[in-house]
């Protein structure tokens, strides 16, 4: 049964921080790993994806990586921003058997300081 | 439509009685998906339709819960009975049917059983 974990659960930085955010899952039959952003009281937003045969992706100031063997991926926010703030959850696709089924972490809650 | 759509956003209902929650997903999205989200809690999967494959239903937490999704397009989830332990988020994706495809989300219906 693949399952998806976040460290840490919750973090808080100084505006201006670069910082990075951890996803672990234990199985590494997966056709991509995607990560959102769930703002308070909103649904989610995708922001990155990457296929499992790719190492990273960027977008801007995000950057995700993808080490399928270990089970690891991280996304790395450069030069944070209040505007940041926000929980970030981490989704792995199955490789498919019957159904494709997307699994998501607990999320990490990520605050900004001014 | 530009997004997935959820109806109702806010639901309050008394304790035994029948919901039913709306989700319109983006138009030639085949892949749909059925989320809940407790307080503080990350998503648990319920159900995940594709085209005309028979629905994959083993997230579904009790016989009182069912889906269906009619003409490939809108679905609706239908709580029978519903109990305070009910009260969450549910949150609707979708995609398109081809490998590597980003996960779209509506808003959410807040449900709360009194």
């Known amino acids: 049964k693949q399952e998806v974990t976040q460290i840490p659960a919750a973090l808080s930085v100084p505006e201006g921080e670069n910082l990075v955010l951890n996803c672990s899952f234990t199985d590494s039959a997966i056709y991509n790993l995607q990560w959102f952003r769930q703002d308070p009281g909103k649904g989610l937003t995708s922001l990155l994806l990457?296929?499992?045969?790719?190492r990273e992706q960027t977008s801007g100031r995000l950057n995700a990586s993808l080490d399928k063997s270990s089970g690891r991926s991280t996304l790395y926010i450069a030069a944070s921003q209040p505007g940041d703030s926000a929980t970030y959850l981490c989704a792995v696709t199955k490789m498919k058997t019957s159904y494709d089924k997307v699994i998501f972490g607990p999320g990490t809650s990520l605050s900004v300081i001014p | 439509g530009a997004g997935v759509s959820q109806s109702p956003s806010n639901k309050v209902t008394e304790k035994g009685k029948d919901v039913e929650l709306r989700c319109d997903p983006i138009?030639?999205?085949?892949?749909l998906y059925w989320y809940r989200q407790s307080l503080g809690q990350g998503l648990e999967f319920l159900i995940y339709?594709?085209?005309?494959?028979?629905?994959?239903k083993s997230g579904l937490p009790s016989d009182r819960f069912s889906a269906e999704r009619t003409g490939g397009s809108v679905s609706t989830l239908t709580i029978q009975r519903t109990q305070q332990e009910d009260s969450a988020v549910y949150l609707c994706?979708?995609?398109?049917?081809?490998?590597?495809?980003?996960?779209?989300f509506g808003s959410g219906t807040q449900l709360s059983v009194l």
């Open positions: 138009s030639g999205h085949t892949a």
């Open positions: 990457i296929q499992s045969s790719q």
């Open positions: 994706a979708s995609s398109q049917w081809v490998m590597n495809e980003k996960l779209f």
């Open positions: 339709f594709q085209g005309n494959s028979a629905p994959d």
